[in-house]
């Protein structure tokens, strides 16, 4: 399945320029967009995630494509943790500024701009890597992967929930059925802004499946990787041991 699916097909400029640009456009409605799409299922699978992270009682954790800090904020009452969240959205990344102040976790939030492709740390550096619904938007999915891989300790892992396509016929229909026609047509009504969350529905499922995602992820060197898929497929949280 082809994997770079852009935002907006007439322009020259490179996906992560059109990702910026795109999530720059609906930061101020996103996280409310999460939770309609999703049927508040996004909330749901954010606690799953968050208890897999508590398990590996973490000192380091990095949340790469952390949009509006919302799994930063989850994780943030762990013990002696420090969480620096990436993103290359400077605008959502302002609206998770706001949302780490009022919580009042600026000793243990740090936010910063930057690629998932070239990250700035030393090799090494954390536990835990948490990537939500970011996997699909990098540019370059390969080289990603081994950036995550070289910034994780040995032992540590990364936690990513992302899209999946649904093993049953008929589920799969109507996914891409609600995918295609009735997502749009709720983001479109609600927010106007119908190219952005298009591409949203059109990456998800153009996107690798399952088993092509943990391949990738083994050949990046990632002694295991488990799968938990959720809500008959539809997405699924991976865990990649270092």
């Known amino acids: 399945m082809n994997q770079n699916v852009l935002p907006n097909h007439n322009d020259s400029k490179e996906k992560q320029q059109q990702v910026e640009e795109m999530f720059d456009r609906i930061s101020v409605n996103y996280d409310r967009l999460n939770r309609i799409i999703t049927f508040g299922m996004y909330v749901r699978w954010q606690k799953k995630v968050a208890q897999l992270v508590e398990k590996e009682s973490p000192r380091m954790i990095l949340d790469l494509a952390t949009g509006t800090a919302d799994f930063a904020i989850a994780v943030s009452h762990l013990p002696k943790v420090k969480i620096i969240g990436v993103d290359i959205s400077k605008k959502m990344l302002g609206i998770g500024h706001l949302k780490v102040q009022n919580a009042n976790l600026q000793k243990v939030i740090d936010l910063q701009v930057g690629s998932a492709e070239s990250l700035n740390?030393?090799?090494?550096?954390?536990?835990?890597?948490?990537?939500?619904?970011?996997?699909?938007?990098?540019?370059?999915?390969?080289?990603?992967?081994?950036?995550?891989?070289?910034?994780?300790?040995?032992?540590?892992?990364?936690?990513?929930?992302?899209?999946?396509?649904?093993?049953?016929?008929?589920?799969?229909?109507?996914?891409?059925?609600?995918?295609?026609?009735?997502?749009?047509?709720?983001?479109?009504?609600?927010?106007?802004?119908?190219?952005?969350?298009?591409?949203?529905?059109?990456?998800?499922?153009?996107f690798l499946?399952?088993?092509?995602?943990?391949?990738?992820?083994?050949?990046?060197?990632?002694?295991?990787?488990?799968?938990?898929?959720?809500?008959?497929?539809?997405?699924?949280?991976?865990?990649?041991?270092?």
Do not use: H
């Not at 970011?134 to 892992?157: S, Y």
């Not at 008929?170 to 969350?197: D, G, W």
């Not at 391949?215 to 990649?240: A, C, H, M, R």
């Open 121 to 206: 740390f030393k090799d090494e550096t954390f536990e835990v890597v948490i990537v939500s619904f970011g996997l699909r938007n990098f540019q370059n999915l390969d080289k990603a992967l081994k950036e995550i891989f070289r910034v994780i300790k040995k032992g540590g892992c990364l936690i990513a929930l992302e899209t999946s396509r649904p093993n049953n016929w008929f589920i799969n229909q109507m996914y891409q059925f609600y995918t295609v026609s009735i997502m749009p047509f709720i983001t479109n009504l609600l927010f106007q802004e119908k190219l952005a969350y298009r591409y949203l529905s059109n990456s998800a499922l153009s």
């Open 209 to 242: 499946s399952s088993k092509q995602l943990i391949e990738i992820k083994k050949n990046t060197g990632f002694v295991s990787v488990d799968f938990k898929p959720q809500l008959w497929n539809i997405s699924g949280i991976y865990i990649s041991r270092k």
